[in-house]
């Protein structure tokens, strides 16, 4: 059981929330929270002081005080027309992870808004009433202000749900429900657009796969290596524990025990070959500084979905701080790092691919024993080719851009949402890179045996082969291609 704005998110706990394997509630003192900043507010709407958001216009209109009577039709105001998405929809469960997220912070009690709000936020995340957000529109800094008012019009009877696989329009699905709209109220509107939500989910999203994406990748380079008949020494525990990094230890352990009791591995442990190239020898180190970049973005990711990112802050009957905790630079920047981290990953795949192929050290060309009038495994890896020259343009980092808006007021801005969205694009050209690696590595295993290879491996090896047949003469390779990309995306392939 978790509990909104009291326990502590993380990103595993969202992912399970957002799949209902774990249920979020609203406990006593989260409510007590919201409705003790509420009452802040509405005396702050009632005052005679300037208070930004609350009793004043937008960005470059804060200087245009609005009365009591105009408020709330200013609340509905900003939703509608701060909707300004445009291309496709982003994925459903990105728009659950947003909804789940911003009720998390808003529940800390810094908001100031009503309870009755958060329950219906609530409902539709628990009725599976998504809201159809479009992937473009924001510039990661006031808030994710195009996406989040895409996810919240909903609640005043606009834009649209998704229902099953088709898009519906809110009011039709409100009235299903018998859920009258919501009428929005002072600081309401700007509580739930103003945030960082919509870069949140995706980093979110992007950390649950390349959690299991680090793990295959190790997976991928030791079958590789098993079929190459490389060696096992770079992995040793004395080379790592001189230079300590935590994601080299930790790849340099999963590959010994990706290596444990291998026959193959121990039937060449003494040959002439002095050492094997980087892509085989350097996996720690890559992988390893990967994963670092991993860990980083996790932990500030954490902190992130901990945190309040609206504005502006209430903290008393007479403060309201207007400050800049919307802005996505702090998760920008650690996206942009990541992706470049996720793309390396795909990249040294591709190398390893290519040594596959090259017909050395017992392996036959192109991984076929009948070359010529066979092409074998040459084409895949010019689909890898491609993919890890797709993942490397699109790490240029949006965070490094910045673009004036909001006729100036919103001068300096991250392009966090760029960063997420790229993230993930990167992620998903990573899972059929290490698909066809593995491919690759389960047809070079095939010219090693009698020997015999770790528990792991030889079970992984089984998974395949009921999918992926060896190929002994040239066939189409899409469907293959296609039943390794599967159970990738499946997390099928067991990694430990």
Avoid at 294 to 308: F, G, K, P, Q, W
Wanted: aromatic share 6%; with cysteine; hydrophobic share 40%.
């Amino acid at each position: 059981m978790f509990k909104y704005g009291i326990d502590r998110l993380s990103a595993k706990k969202v992912i399970n929330i957002s799949n209902g394997s774990l249920k979020a509630l609203l406990a006593d003192d989260a409510i007590k929270k919201v409705n003790d900043s509420r009452k802040r507010v509405e005396i702050l709407a009632h005052s005679n002081k300037a208070v930004y958001g609350i009793n004043t216009g937008f960005g470059p209109l804060c200087d245009v005080q609005i009365t009591p009577e105009q408020t709330n039709k200013l609340q509905e105001n900003l939703l509608i027309t701060h909707a300004v998405g445009v291309g496709n929809p982003i994925q459903k469960q990105l728009s659950k992870i947003m909804m789940i997220c911003k009720v998390h912070a808003l529940c800390q009690g810094y908001s100031g808004i009503r309870i009755e709000v958060i329950n219906r936020i609530i409902y539709f995340i628990e009725h599976d009433l998504l809201p159809v957000v479009p992937e473009q529109g924001s510039v990661g800094a006031s808030g994710d202000l195009a996406p989040l008012s895409h996810l919240f019009l909903p609640l005043i009877a606009e834009g649209e749900f998704w229902i099953e696989n088709k898009i519906v329009n809110a009011k039709e699905v409100l009235k299903n429900h018998h859920l009258e709209p919501i009428q929005l109220q002072a600081k309401e509107g700007l509580a739930l657009i103003n945030g960082t939500q919509f870069i949140l989910a995706h980093a979110i999203f992007g950390l649950d796969k390349m959690r299991y994406l680090l793990d295959l990748a190790d997976l991928a380079g030791a079958m590789s290596i098993e079929g190459y008949k490389g060696s096992a020494s770079p992995f040793k525990e004395a080379l790592h524990t001189i230079r300590p990094f935590k994601g080299n230890l930790k790849v340099a352990k999963r590959m010994r025990m990706l290596f444990k009791n291998s026959e193959n591995i121990m039937s060449h442990e003494n040959c002439e070959r002095v050492q094997d190239p980087y892509s085989m020898r350097c996996i720690p180190q890559v992988h390893g500084a990967s994963r670092n970049a991993y860990y980083h973005l996790e932990e500030l990711a954490e902190i992130e979905m901990n945190s309040v990112t609206d504005n502006p802050i209430i903290l008393s009957d007479t403060v309201a701080i207007s400050g800049g905790n919307f802005h996505g630079q702090p998760l920008a920047m650690a996206l942009d790092y990541t992706s470049i981290a996720a793309s390396e990953l795909g990249n040294i795949s591709d190398r390893r691919c290519y040594l596959l192929i090259e017909g050395k050290y017992g392996l036959p060309r192109l991984l076929t024993e009948s070359g010529g009038l066979n092409s074998g495994f040459m084409i895949p890896q010019y689909t890898t080719a491609a993919l890890v020259s797709e993942s490397k343009s699109l790490c240029f980092p949006p965070s490094a851009d910045s673009i004036p808006t909001s006729l100036g007021q919103e001068d300096h801005v991250s392009m966090g949402s760029i960063s997420g969205r790229k993230f993930n694009q990167i992620l998903g050209n990573l899972e059929k890179i290490l698909a066809i690696e593995l491919m690759y590595a389960a047809q070079a295993l095939e010219f090693r045996r009698p020997h015999t290879f770790s528990d792991i491996i030889e079970e992984n090896f089984r998974i395949i082969r009921a999918k992926v047949k060896k190929l002994e003469e040239d066939r189409v390779l899409k469907p293959d291609i296609d039943h390794m990309i599967a159970l990738v995306v499946n997390k099928s392939i067991v990694v430990k």
